[in-house]
């Protein structure tokens, strides 16, 4: 895990989007973990625009929460237009 990314700042999103900090599993905090590791890694590319590792990294981040976006959206939408607000991502 990167540098960025501390334990208490791993249980404070989880306790905030997941219900629990001991919640791991849930796809609101997963979600919510993916969309801080994309802002940070965004925020890193515009500096460092030639780290092409890095924007790997984020593609494959933005791929893995757009398929749990999707999955949530066909299992409870509701969650999901909340969640969408919330993080103030996409349409």
């Known amino acids: 895990m990167a540098i960025y990314l501390t334990k208490e700042k791993k249980q404070e999103i989880f306790a905030e ?14 979600v919510a973990l ?3 590791r994309i802002n940070s890694l965004s925020a890193h590319l515009r500096e460092n ?7 790997r990294t984020l593609l494959t981040l933005v791929g893995k929460r757009r398929k749990l976006l999707a999955y949530l959206a066909s299992k409870d ?4 237009r ?10």
Request: hydrophobic share 25%; glycine share 14%; proline share 0%.
């Open 82 to 91: 909340e969640l969408i607000a919330k993080l103030g991502i996409r349409k």
């Open 17 to 30: 989007y997941g219900g629990n900090a001991n919640n791991t599993g849930s796809t609101e905090g997963q």
């Open 34 to 36: 993916f969309t801080y």
């Open 49 to 55: 625009k030639k780290d092409h590792s890095c924007r």
């Open 77 to 80: 939408i509701v969650k999901y």
